[in-house]
T-cell receptor, first 112, second 114 residues
Framework: KQEVTQIPAALSVPEGENLVLNCSFT??????LQWFRQDPGKGLTSLLL?????REQTSGRLNASLDKSSGRSTLYIAASQPGDSATYLC???????????FGTGTRLQVFP | EPEVTQTPSHQVTQMGQEVILRCVPI?????FYWYRQILGQKVEFLVS????????KSEIFDDQFSVERPDGSNFTLKIRSTKLEDSAMYFC????????????FGPGTRLTVL
């Protein structure tokens, strides 16, 4: 059974820092991995989608990498801003299922 | 930019009552999903829907739950007899294709069962 965990659970950094959020999954047979942002009490905003055949994807200040064999993905945020403060979720999609399996999330606070 | 919308944003109901949560997926998307997030817990998959039928459902999605696409734009989740433990944020999502395609989520409906 696929299990997805995220470390750290919470992170507080000063504005301008580059930071890395981690996502681990137990079954490497994934179809894809999607990173989301969730603001308090709000929905999920898709940030990046990485297919299993890809090693990384970039969007603006965000870069997500995928190492299927080790069951890990990282989300790199460059030059963090207070507006980046949110919970970041990773979710994996499997070959034989429609569902995304979500991680526990990392709550990020960027202070000025 | 097209987005998934959901109504209502917050629904309060009494235990045992029926509720219908509504979603309007992105217009050219063909696959539709419901997920839920109990406060403080992970987002969990409930059901996926394609071509007017359920394609996959989780153990949570028991006989108390049903989904429907009553017209060309709406996608609904009905809970027949709500329980206290149904209190959660319910998210609708849609994607243009099935597995492997990016899922886009709505803002959610917060369901509170008293």
């Amino acid at each position: 059974k696929q299990e997805v965990t995220q470390i750290p659970a919470a992170l507080s950094v000063p504005e301008g820092e580059n930071l890395v959020l981690n996502c681990s999954f137990t079954d490497s047979a994934i179809y894809n991995l999607q990173w989301f942002r969730q603001d308090p009490g709000k929905g999920l905003t898709s940030l990046l989608l990485i297919q299993s055949s890809q090693r990384e994807q970039t969007s603006g200040r965000l870069n997500a990498s995928l190492d299927k064999s080790s069951g890990r993905s990282t989300l790199y945020i460059a030059a963090s801003q207070p507006g980046d403060s949110a919970t970041y979720l990773c979710a994996v999609g499997g070959f034989n299922t429609d569902k995304l399996i979500f991680g526990t999330g990392t709550r990020l606070q960027v202070f000025p | 930019e097209p987005e998934v919308t959901q109504t209502p944003s917050h629904q309060v109901t009494q235990m045992g009552q029926e509720v219908i949560l509504r979603c309007v997926p992105i217009s050219n998307h063909l696959y539709f999903y419901w997920y839920r997030q109990i406060l403080g817990q992970k987002v969990e998959f409930l059901v996926s829907f394609y071509n007017n039928e359920i394609s996959e459902k989780s153990e949570i999605f028991d006989d108390q739950f049903s989904v429907e696409r009553p017209d060309g734009s709406n996608f609904t989740l009905k809970i027949r007899s709500t329980k206290l433990e149904d209190s959660a944020m319910y998210f609708c999502a849609s994607s243009i294709g099935g597995r492997g395609f990016e899922q886009f989520f709505g803002p959610g409906t917060r369901l509170t069962v008293l």
